[in-house]
Protein backbone atom coordinates (compact mmCIF):
# COMPACT_ATOMS: atom_id res chain seq x y z
CA UNK A 1 0.00 0.00 0.00
CA UNK A 2 0.82 3.49 -0.04
CA UNK A 3 3.11 5.19 2.51
CA UNK A 4 3.12 8.78 3.54
CA UNK A 5 5.49 10.41 4.83
CA UNK A 6 5.26 13.95 6.81
CA UNK A 7 7.97 16.62 8.01
CA UNK A 8 8.86 18.04 10.31
CA UNK A 9 7.30 15.56 13.00
CA UNK A 10 7.46 18.49 15.36
CA UNK A 11 7.58 22.54 14.47
CA UNK A 12 7.61 25.06 17.38
CA UNK A 13 7.20 29.22 16.04
CA UNK A 14 6.36 32.90 17.01
CA UNK A 15 3.07 33.64 16.41
CA UNK A 16 3.38 35.96 12.85
CA UNK A 17 6.02 33.13 11.45
CA UNK A 18 5.24 31.85 8.13
CA UNK A 19 5.31 27.84 7.94
CA UNK A 20 5.70 25.10 5.45
CA UNK A 21 4.48 21.50 5.86
CA UNK A 22 5.72 18.71 3.57
CA UNK A 23 3.64 15.70 2.56
CA UNK A 24 5.69 13.04 0.48
CA UNK A 25 3.96 9.70 -0.97
CA UNK A 26 5.90 6.42 -1.80
CA UNK A 27 2.81 6.32 -4.89
CA UNK A 28 0.66 8.44 -7.01
CA UNK A 29 -2.33 9.30 -5.30
CA UNK A 30 -5.76 10.36 -6.36
CA UNK A 31 -6.98 11.62 -3.91
CA UNK A 32 -5.35 14.10 -1.54
CA UNK A 33 -6.40 16.04 1.57
CA UNK A 34 -5.25 17.86 4.45
CA UNK A 35 -6.29 18.07 8.20
CA UNK A 36 -6.22 19.79 11.22
CA UNK A 37 -6.54 18.16 14.22
CA UNK A 38 -7.70 20.26 17.22
CA UNK A 39 -7.23 19.66 20.62
CA UNK A 40 -10.51 17.29 21.25
CA UNK A 41 -9.66 15.55 18.30
CA UNK A 42 -11.74 16.37 15.76
CA UNK A 43 -10.39 16.38 11.98
CA UNK A 44 -11.33 19.51 10.17
CA UNK A 45 -10.81 19.62 6.36
CA UNK A 46 -8.41 22.28 4.95
CA UNK A 47 -8.05 20.90 1.50
CA UNK A 48 -9.05 18.79 -0.94
CA UNK A 49 -5.96 18.95 -3.42
CA UNK A 50 -5.14 15.95 -5.98
CA UNK A 51 -3.41 18.69 -8.17
CA UNK A 52 -2.57 22.24 -8.37
CA UNK A 53 -3.19 24.81 -5.92
CA UNK A 54 -5.32 26.01 -3.57
CA UNK A 55 -5.65 28.85 -1.21
CA UNK A 56 -8.08 29.84 1.32
CA UNK A 57 -7.13 32.86 3.52
CA UNK A 58 -3.86 32.51 5.37
CA UNK A 59 -3.77 28.94 4.20
CA UNK A 60 -2.86 27.37 1.22
CA UNK A 61 -1.73 23.82 -0.45
CA UNK A 62 -0.24 22.95 -3.21
CA UNK A 63 -0.24 19.21 -4.77
CA UNK A 64 2.79 18.10 -7.42
CA UNK A 65 0.98 14.91 -8.71
CA UNK A 66 3.79 13.79 -10.56
CA UNK A 67 6.63 14.38 -7.52
CA UNK A 68 4.13 12.62 -5.55
CA UNK A 69 4.51 15.48 -2.78
CA UNK A 70 2.20 17.93 -1.66
CA UNK A 71 3.19 21.58 0.91
CA UNK A 72 0.66 23.16 3.11
CA UNK A 73 1.99 26.90 4.04
CA UNK A 74 0.42 28.69 7.00
CA UNK A 75 1.19 32.39 6.81
CA UNK A 76 1.02 34.69 9.75
CA UNK A 77 0.60 31.56 11.98
CA UNK A 78 -1.68 32.80 15.13
CA UNK A 79 -1.50 30.79 18.62
CA UNK A 80 -4.82 29.24 17.60
CA UNK A 81 -3.10 27.69 14.49
CA UNK A 82 -1.40 25.01 17.38
CA UNK A 83 -2.49 21.70 16.62
CA UNK A 84 -1.66 18.57 14.40
CA UNK A 85 -1.79 18.91 10.65
CA UNK A 86 -2.24 14.95 8.51
CA UNK A 87 -1.80 15.03 4.90
CA UNK A 88 -3.48 11.79 3.61
CA UNK A 89 -4.16 10.06 -0.16
CA UNK A 90 -5.84 7.39 -1.40
CA UNK A 91 -5.12 5.98 -5.26
CA UNK A 92 -7.36 4.16 -7.33
CA UNK A 93 -11.57 5.27 -7.42
CA UNK A 94 -10.91 6.91 -4.36
CA UNK A 95 -13.86 5.88 -2.31
CA UNK A 96 -11.66 2.98 -0.90
CA UNK A 97 -9.85 4.86 2.41
CA UNK A 98 -6.85 7.44 2.97
CA UNK A 99 -3.61 6.17 4.04
CA UNK A 100 -2.59 8.93 6.13
CA UNK A 101 1.11 10.33 7.42
CA UNK A 102 1.73 10.66 11.10
CA UNK A 103 1.76 14.35 11.62
CA UNK A 104 3.01 17.50 12.39
CA UNK A 105 2.76 18.94 15.39
CA UNK A 106 2.58 22.76 15.62
CA UNK A 107 2.91 24.72 18.52
CA UNK A 108 2.65 28.75 17.86
CA UNK A 109 3.92 30.52 20.66
CA UNK A 110 2.35 33.83 21.56
CA UNK B 1 -28.04 20.34 10.88
CA UNK B 2 -26.03 17.70 8.06
CA UNK B 3 -22.96 15.70 9.52
CA UNK B 4 -21.75 12.65 11.03
CA UNK B 5 -22.81 11.84 14.64
CA UNK B 6 -20.62 9.12 16.74
CA UNK B 7 -21.77 7.74 20.04
CA UNK B 8 -20.75 7.51 22.54
CA UNK B 9 -17.84 10.22 23.20
CA UNK B 10 -16.45 7.76 25.75
CA UNK B 11 -16.88 4.40 25.98
CA UNK B 12 -15.36 2.03 29.00
CA UNK B 13 -15.35 -2.00 28.46
CA UNK B 14 -13.78 -4.51 30.46
CA UNK B 15 -11.58 -7.51 28.69
CA UNK B 16 -13.47 -9.57 27.39
CA UNK B 17 -16.32 -8.01 26.17
CA UNK B 18 -18.02 -7.08 22.90
CA UNK B 19 -18.47 -3.34 22.16
CA UNK B 20 -20.16 -1.54 19.68
CA UNK B 21 -19.68 2.02 18.57
CA UNK B 22 -22.43 3.88 16.29
CA UNK B 23 -21.69 6.10 13.16
CA UNK B 24 -24.52 7.73 11.38
CA UNK B 25 -24.59 10.40 8.81
CA UNK B 26 -27.24 12.53 7.11
CA UNK B 27 -25.18 14.04 4.34
CA UNK B 28 -26.70 11.57 1.41
CA UNK B 29 -23.09 10.01 1.08
CA UNK B 30 -22.50 6.75 -0.28
CA UNK B 31 -19.31 5.35 1.27
CA UNK B 32 -18.47 5.25 5.01
CA UNK B 33 -15.21 4.51 6.75
CA UNK B 34 -13.97 3.85 10.09
CA UNK B 35 -10.48 4.68 11.25
CA UNK B 36 -8.16 4.52 14.44
CA UNK B 37 -5.80 6.50 15.79
CA UNK B 38 -3.53 5.50 18.22
CA UNK B 39 -1.30 8.46 20.42
CA UNK B 40 0.96 10.44 18.63
CA UNK B 41 -0.02 8.35 15.47
CA UNK B 42 -2.06 9.14 12.21
CA UNK B 43 -5.00 7.22 11.07
CA UNK B 44 -5.28 3.59 9.90
CA UNK B 45 -8.24 2.12 8.18
CA UNK B 46 -10.38 -0.82 9.35
CA UNK B 47 -12.87 -0.89 7.25
CA UNK B 48 -15.26 0.74 4.43
CA UNK B 49 -18.19 0.40 2.99
CA UNK B 50 -19.40 1.81 -0.75
CA UNK B 51 -23.03 0.43 -1.00
CA UNK B 52 -25.61 -1.16 1.73
CA UNK B 53 -24.91 -4.74 2.71
CA UNK B 54 -21.56 -4.72 1.34
CA UNK B 55 -17.95 -3.64 2.87
CA UNK B 56 -14.33 -4.04 2.78
CA UNK B 57 -11.71 -4.66 5.23
CA UNK B 58 -9.05 -2.10 5.47
CA UNK B 59 -5.47 -2.74 6.68
CA UNK B 60 -6.34 -3.37 10.38
CA UNK B 61 -9.25 -5.45 10.35
CA UNK B 62 -8.61 -7.99 12.64
CA UNK B 63 -10.75 -8.25 15.96
CA UNK B 64 -13.21 -6.06 14.40
CA UNK B 65 -16.40 -6.41 12.44
CA UNK B 66 -18.80 -4.25 10.67
CA UNK B 67 -22.44 -3.86 9.22
CA UNK B 68 -24.01 -1.03 6.49
CA UNK B 69 -27.66 -2.02 6.90
CA UNK B 70 -28.93 1.13 5.73
CA UNK B 71 -27.33 4.19 3.77
CA UNK B 72 -26.98 6.25 7.07
CA UNK B 73 -25.35 4.10 9.32
CA UNK B 74 -22.45 1.61 9.64
CA UNK B 75 -21.57 0.51 13.08
CA UNK B 76 -18.64 -1.07 14.70
CA UNK B 77 -18.23 -3.60 16.73
CA UNK B 78 -14.82 -4.42 18.76
CA UNK B 79 -14.47 -7.73 19.57
CA UNK B 80 -13.00 -9.43 22.39
CA UNK B 81 -10.47 -10.73 19.76
CA UNK B 82 -8.42 -7.26 19.38
CA UNK B 83 -5.56 -7.36 21.48
CA UNK B 84 -5.04 -3.53 21.49
CA UNK B 85 -8.70 -1.93 21.54
CA UNK B 86 -7.70 1.04 23.75
CA UNK B 87 -7.88 3.99 20.83
CA UNK B 88 -9.54 7.10 19.51
CA UNK B 89 -12.16 5.58 16.50
CA UNK B 90 -12.97 7.91 13.77
CA UNK B 91 -16.12 7.39 11.69
CA UNK B 92 -16.18 9.16 7.98
CA UNK B 93 -18.05 9.31 5.01
CA UNK B 94 -17.96 10.81 1.29
CA UNK B 95 -19.81 11.08 -1.67
CA UNK B 96 -18.83 8.99 -4.41
CA UNK B 97 -18.36 10.18 -7.95
CA UNK B 98 -17.09 9.40 -11.36
CA UNK B 99 -15.09 12.04 -11.43
CA UNK B 100 -12.70 11.00 -8.38
CA UNK B 101 -14.06 13.90 -6.11
CA UNK B 102 -14.61 11.97 -2.73
CA UNK B 103 -13.59 14.26 0.13
CA UNK B 104 -14.22 12.62 3.26
CA UNK B 105 -15.63 14.04 5.89
CA UNK B 106 -14.92 12.83 9.93
CA UNK B 107 -17.50 12.51 12.79
CA UNK B 108 -16.20 13.40 16.30
CA UNK B 109 -14.70 10.20 17.12
CA UNK B 110 -15.64 8.06 20.34
CA UNK B 111 -12.59 7.06 22.98
CA UNK B 112 -12.47 3.48 24.10
CA UNK B 113 -10.65 2.85 26.95
CA UNK B 114 -10.40 -1.10 28.11
CA UNK B 115 -9.41 -0.99 31.72
Known amino acids: GIQVEQSPPDLILQEGANSTLRCNFS?????LQWFHQNPWGQLINLFYIPSGTKQNGRLSATAVATERYSLLYISSSQTTDSGVYFCAGGSGGGADGLTFGKGTHLIIQP | DGGITQSPKYLFRKEGQNVTLSCEQN?????MYWYRQDPGQGLRLIYY???????QKGDIAEGYSVSREKKESFPLTVTSAQKNPTAFYLC??????????????FGPGTRLTVL
Open chain 1, 27 to 31: DSVNN
Open chain 2, 92 to 105: ASSKISTSSYNEQF
Open chain 2, 49 to 55: SQIVNDF
Open chain 2, 27 to 31: LNHDA
